[in-house]
């Protein structure tokens, strides 16, 4: 009785791990993991990319950005996509394929414009238009700086603007929180 459940044991583990290697290649007793479950920091992963009206590039449409226009999320809302992920490195010794698309990575661009020093600008020198320059809106930075800040209008709704969210920099990228 012994002898016949060991052989059963043995039957079923041979068949698992034959189904297993048939499936996806990896070996899950072997040293080596399978290179999309590397760690982040064995990974050199690209940014997402956004949605551009412009262009008309043949890439999926799950692996791009939507557009979101002067809406504040929380980090829940926030929209995830696939990204394009290389292992660092030729030494770090994995299975499968080397570059892959791993997902969950939230659609937030940061250009570099910190919210605190555009109000600090806009405060000081917002009758010369060094806000609007600053977040690349050029054609009204320019207005802004022959006109005076408006005589002092077009400078205070500026920092209303500011302060409610509504004047945000000019490539839809959102506010860089750390200093």
Request: charged share 15%.
């Amino acid at each position: 009785m012994e002898l016949w459940r060991r052989f059963n044991l043995c039957l079923i583990f041979l068949l698992c791990t034959s189904l297993t290697a048939q499936s996806d290649d990896h070996n899950p007793y072997s040293p080596n993991i399978k290179c999309s479950l590397l760690p982040e920091e064995f990974l050199i992963c690209y940014s997402p990319n956004f949605f551009n009206s412009s262009s008309n590039s043949s890439k999926s449409e799950d692996f791009i950005c939507p557009k979101v226009e002067g809406v504040a999320l929380k980090y829940s809302q926030v929209p995830t996509t696939s990204v394009l992920c290389v292992v660092v490195d030729q030494s770090i010794d994995c299975t499968g394929e080397r570059s892959f698309y791993k997902g969950g990575f939230p659609c937030i661009r940061y250009s570099g414009y910190c919210f605190v020093t555009t109000l600090i600008q806009s405060v000081f020198l917002g009758c010369l238009g060094v806000d609007r320059l600053c977040l690349k809106h050029t054609c009204t930075g320019i207005g802004k700086v022959l006109t005076l800040g408006g005589l002092g209008v077009w400078w205070f709704v500026d920092i209303v603007l500011l302060l409610t969210g509504n004047l945000a920099p000019a490539d839809n990228s959102h506010w860089c929180v750390y200093y």
